[in-house]
């Protein structure tokens, strides 16, 4: 039984149809990456599996429950992170307070061992560790995308949810974010990743699905989607990228 | 210069009014994102309740006081789930209407059951006052400025210190990521409610010997404390209370060497002159969203 199985889902933003019959899965323990151009779907699939929006048709299971009805917060609390676009680091809390309240969707955790948690998280975003007591909003692009990871795996998922970690950030910050991505594939948590930077998404996935327009139009291994044309063609950034550093 | 303390005294006393109200009309628009138009009406109704336990049933004062105060963490709760939860997913001018809806209702529901004539509430503690020197310490001024201090210092302790204060805070910054974190977002916004309701209430009991028990109290302070948010810098909690005590040694003393009937209109001429200088306010923003 896969970890999370999308059967068929479809969602429409009014009289736009943003996915259109998408079924995918993830199994326990993959890491799987999901690539497109820009509006192919790939983040309302992420909102779809979180709760976020409500698909018009077909079914999400996740460890073979049907999670139709139920709201963000319940979804979290059966063990699925979502780490959004746009990092959405709270502006007023401190950065080791975002993390603390990443811990929301467990219940029975008294406030210290919320508190150790999050200092240990630190020791794998050790970048952000002297930033720790700094307001969000005054962090950088790149400590913020780290405090949001944190913050996911705060919650202990079974499935973890990143929405382009990769956007907006400079080139060095990306590789230690991906770097960060293969620790957590190490110590098996379940992650689906979206990315439109498809270089770094299928350099640390097991399998990936590529989504053009709100369809699937092509799954496989890494190195699969890597050489296949139709894929280049498909979204020009990793074409031109892979030119670029060809 | 004996009179000088004597005004600041009783500005600050007033202030503290304001600066409780205000803190109320804070905490709804940083969790809701619309200000509140029948926040007044929270100090109204709850002084409503104190003369019906305390003057019509002639219960006993501390118990009246307890009541009216459990009243009104209902009445905020009841507040919630009528006039903003039906509205939660819409944007903020439905919300806006519905409080000035309820602030109506809510009056002239009063003056139905009470009539237009003000009521009179005794103070809360049986001796007057005492002198230092030449100043006299009303003891409602002081018991009005003594919780306040209690209440700012535990409200702080418990936005900076407990998860539930930073739960609260995350709600206010942003609904959505809270609701991803697993954070119960409607909870949230029902304790906000009642704790508004609370301290609003609160003011509204301790002032009530000062003013009168009328269905205008409600309106009066209500503006009042909207000018202080105004001064403080909207939606900033120190600027609600700094700006509210600002607001009623301003008007203490515009009163005493200016003008005594237009003891009102100084609180707007403050007003409109921060929104012509300093729109944002004593504090500004504080929390500027990065790009």
């Known amino acids: ?246 | 210069m004996d009179i000088v303390f004597q005004l600041l005294f009783q500005g600050i006393g007033i202030g503290s009014v304001y600066a409780l109200v205000a803190l109320g009309f804070v905490l709804i628009f940083r969790a809701t994102n619309v200000v509140n138009f029948a926040q007044g009406e929270f100090s109204m109704v709850a002084a409503f309740l104190m003369v019906i336990f305390s003057v019509d049933l002639e219960w006993p004062y501390w118990i009246s006081f307890l009541l009216s105060l459990g009243g009104m963490a209902i009445y905020g709760a009841l507040f919630n789930l009528g006039v903003y939860f039906p509205l939660r997913h819409r944007t903020y001018l439905p919300v806006i209407i519905s409080t000035i809806g309820a602030s109506i209702l809510v009056s002239n529901s009063t003056l139905a059951l009470y009539g237009p004539q003000p009521q009179v509430l005794q103070p809360l503690l049986d001796f007057p006052g005492f002198n230092i020197g030449t100043v006299y310490l009303d003891a409602q001024y002081l018991l009005i400025i003594g919780v306040t201090v209690v209440l700012v210092a535990f409200q702080y302790w418990f936005f900076e210190h407990t998860l539930l204060g930073k739960k609260l805070q995350a709600t206010s910054q942003d609904k959505e990521m809270a609701s991803l974190l697993g954070i119960p977002v409607a909870t949230m916004i029902m304790l906000t409610f009642v704790y508004s309701a609370m301290i609003g209430g609160l003011a509204g009991i301790m002032v009530a010997p000062i003013l009168f028990v009328s269905i205008h109290m409600g309106g009066t302070i209500a503006l009042k404390a909207f000018a202080a948010t105004i001064i403080g810098g909207f939606g900033d909690v120190a600027g609600a209370i700094i700006g509210g005590l600002a607001l009623g040694v301003i008007e203490t003393f515009g009163a005493a060497y200016v003008s005594v009937p237009y003891k009102d209109g100084f609180a707007f001429l403050v007003l409109v002159a921060f929104l012509v200088f300093r729109p944002q306010g004593i504090f500004g923003e504080r929390v500027a969203e990065k790009a």
């Open chain 1, 1 to 246: 039984m896969p970890l999370i199985e999308l059967k068929n889902v479809s969602v429409r933003y009014g009289e736009i149809e943003a996915l259109r019959g998408v079924s995918l899965s993830v199994e326990a323990g993959e890491v799987v990456t999901l690539l497109g151009g820009n509006g192919a779907g790939k983040s309302t699939t992420l909102r779809a599996i979180s709760g976020l929006t409500k698909p018009a048709s077909g079914e999400i299971l996740f460890e073979g429950k049907s999670l139709a009805g139920l709201g963000p917060e319940e979804i979290v609390r059966m063990g699925i992170a979502h780490v959004p676009e746009g990092r959405r680091v709270f502006p007023g809390l401190t950065a080791h307070e975002n993390i603390m309240l990443g811990a929301s969707n467990r219940s029975g955790v008294s406030k210290t061992q919320i508190d150790q948690e999050a200092d240990a998280m630190f020791d794998l975003f050790s970048d952000i560790r002297p930033f720790q007591h700094v307001l969000g909003w005054t962090l950088s692009g790149g400590q913020q995308q780290m405090v949001a990871v944190a913050r996911g795996l705060m919650a202990k998922p079974k499935l973890l949810l990143l929405d382009e970690p990769s956007l907006g950030l400079a080139p060095v910050i990306v590789s230690k974010v991906f770097e960060i991505i293969k620790e957590i594939r190490r110590r098996g948590t379940t992650v689906l990743l979206v990315e439109q930077n498809a270089r770094m998404g299928l350099s640390v996935a097991d399998r990936g699905y590529v989504l053009e327009t709100g369809r699937l139009v092509v799954t496989g291994k890494p190195d699969e989607l890597w050489n296949n044309e139709d894929v280049r063609a498909a979204y020009l950034g990793g074409h031109a990228r892979a030119a670029a550093k060809a």
